[in-house]
């Protein structure tokens, strides 16, 4: 059975920085690959960043320069450093892994920045 726990959300001025963190229990398959999406009500879940099996980064251009994604393989913990935050930056944020076609997604986490 596997679950995605997620930690670090939070309030936040604008400018400030949050870490969040996802970790990945049960059983997957070695290669898989692992991102942070979000969500505002109203809109579709988006891209944030993701990595793939091989270590290739991928972020969406609205967070280019300001995020930092972080994966560790052998402890199965993805971060997403998040400095220089923006209100629009204001989201449930959500830990996905993609293993062999099966997909699995954390509870989410809140993140607010306030201007």
Same mark, same amino acid.
């Given at each position: 059975?596997?679950?995605? #726990?997620?930690?670090?959300?939070?309030? +936040?001025?604008?400018?400030?920085?949050?870490?969040?963190?996802?970790? +990945?229990?049960?059983?997957?398959?070695?290669?898989? +690959?692992?991102?942070?999406?979000?969500?505002?009500?109203?809109?579709?879940?988006?891209?944030?960043?993701?990595?793939?099996?091989?270590?290739?980064?991928?972020?969406?251009?609205?967070?280019?320069?300001?995020?930092?994604?972080?994966?560790?393989?052998?402890?199965?913990?993805?971060?997403?450093?998040?400095?220089?935050?923006?209100?629009?930056?204001?989201?449930?944020?959500?830990?996905?892994?993609?293993? #062999?076609?099966?997909?699995?997604?954390?509870?989410?986490?809140? +993140?607010?920045?306030?201007?």
């Amino acid at each position: 059975h596997v679950q995605l #726990a997620e930690s670090g959300g939070g309030l +936040v001025q604008s400018g400030g920085s949050l870490r969040l963190s996802c970790v +990945v229990s049960g059983r997957i398959f070695s290669s898989y +690959v692992m991102g942070w999406y979000r969500q505002v009500p109203g809109k579709q879940r988006e891209l944030v960043a993701s990595v793939s099996a091989d270590g290739m980064i991928n972020y969406a251009d609205s967070v280019k320069g300001r995020f930092t994604l972080s994966r560790d393989n052998g402890k199965r913990i993805l971060d997403l450093q998040m400095n220089s935050l923006k209100p629009e930056d204001t989201a449930i944020y959500y830990c996905k892994v993609n293993s #062999a076609g099966l997909i699995y997604w954390g509870q989410g986490t809140q +993140v607010t920045v306030s201007s």
